[in-house]
């Protein structure tokens, strides 16, 4: 599933190609595509048509496109999309194939490239929220991700410290800090030298503020190249690949040597996925010995 530095790469194509223009028309060709609007496919076609586009936001995993109605000043409704597990917005010229997994067209009154919404797997989405364009409701309880910033360190070291969960969960909450997925929550760790499996209330400030600059590393790095690509899944609006995969130093490299110590890297399974660490860099937290009656 795309994580931060992927959305926020699809964001900035929609803030160079689409904002400032007005949607022509638009073809829902998989109701799938627009379950998340309740409505219907007729009344996301009708809000849609003749609305400019005022923005491209993000908000953890969230894009949402403000939008102008005909006639007016402000931006107030928003386009909202979830691009899923394998959902993609692609920006193409009108005559271009139109993709197998196509389910949503917009063409613009310019003329120009159209914005297509195309999923092999249909686990994303689009819906249109009215009075939204400030944050669509739906999305409200997310938190700010660690590029926000808005983003409250001594806040999150509070909230973590009160959790007491394990690291890496905690992490994956997306109502603690959005935009961490499974990817860069182990590279994170790894730099930062901190298992996954450690109690959030064991965590001093020094080390949160550690972990903080480690994601914030990951994910500045990670949006220099475009995102991680592991398959054809994740590309950008232009259709191209990212190559932070190239640079992992943990997820995905079961038994190959540690970049800091040489240690051949774990993977263990986690919360039905799989976790990689460092034995060496990373120790696994002590169990609590058991209590002695006496």
């Known amino acids: 599933m795309?994580?931060?530095?992927?959305?926020?790469?699809?964001?900035?194509g929609l803030d160079r190609w689409i904002v400032?223009?007005?949607?022509?028309?638009?073809?829902?060709?998989?109701?799938?595509?627009?379950?998340?609007?309740a409505a219907g496919s007729a009344d996301f076609t009708a809000v849609l048509v003749g609305s400019r586009v005022s923005g491209a936001l993000r908000r953890g995993k969230y894009?949402?496109?403000?939008?102008?109605?005909?006639?007016?000043?402000t931006p107030s409704d928003a386009l909202l999309a979830h691009l899923g597990m394998s959902g993609q917005l692609l920006?193409?010229?009108?005559?271009?194939?139109?993709?197998?997994?196509?389910?949503?067209?917009?063409?613009?009154?310019?003329?120009?490239?159209?914005?297509?919404?195309?999923?092999?797997?249909?686990?994303?989405?689009?819906?249109?929220?009215?009075?939204?364009?400030?944050?669509?409701?739906?999305?409200a309880h997310i938190a700010r991700d660690v590029l926000d910033p808005r983003f409250d360190d001594t806040a999150f070291h509070t909230?973590?410290?009160r959790r007491d969960s394990e690291l890496k969960r905690a992490l994956l909450d997306q109502s603690l800090v959005s935009g961490i997925g499974n990817i860069y929550a182990d590279e994170a760790l790894w730099r930062s030298k901190?298992?996954?499996?450690?109690?959030?209330?064991?965590?001093?400030?020094?080390?949160?503020?550690?972990?903080?600059?480690?994601?914030?590393?990951?994910?500045?790095?990670?949006?220099?190249?475009g995102g991680t690509?592991?398959?054809?899944?994740?590309?950008?609006?232009?259709?191209?690949?990212?190559?932070?995969?190239?640079?992992?130093?943990?997820?995905?490299?079961?038994?190959e040597p540690?970049?800091?110590?040489?240690?051949?890297?774990?993977?263990?399974?986690?919360m039905n996925r799989s976790s990689y660490f460092c034995p060496n860099c990373q120790r696994s937290p002590r169990r609590p010995r058991p209590a002695v009656s006496v």
Not at 259 to 269: D, E, G, K, M, V
Request: hydrophobic share 40%; aromatic share 6%; glycine share 6%.
């Open 91 to 139: 920006v193409q010229e009108p005559d271009a194939p139109r993709e197998k997994h196509l389910h949503i067209r917009f063409t613009f009154t310019d003329g120009g490239r159209e914005l297509r919404f195309v999923d092999q797997r249909t686990f994303g989405g689009m819906a249109v929220e009215h009075n939204a364009a400030q944050l669509p409701p739906s999305i």
């Open 63 to 73: 894009l949402w496109l403000p939008l102008t109605a005909p006639g007016a000043d």
């Open 20 to 37: 400032g223009r007005t949607i022509a028309r638009v073809e829902v060709t998989h109701p799938r595509a627009v379950r998340r609007h």
């Open 258 to 270: 540690c970049n800091r110590c040489a240690t051949p890297i774990r993977r263990i399974s986690f």
């Open 229 to 255: 690509s592991f398959d054809s899944l994740y590309v950008n609006v232009n259709g191209e690949s990212g190559y932070f995969s190239r640079s992992l130093d943990a997820y995905g490299r079961e038994g």
């Open 2 to 12: 795309p994580e931060l530095p992927e959305v926020e790469v699809v964001r900035r």
């Open 159 to 161: 909230a973590l410290r």
């Open 194 to 225: 901190l298992h996954g499996a450690r109690s959030t209330a064991t965590i001093t400030r020094p080390q949160t503020a550690l972990l903080l600059a480690s994601v914030r590393a990951v994910m500045t790095d990670a949006l220099a190249v």
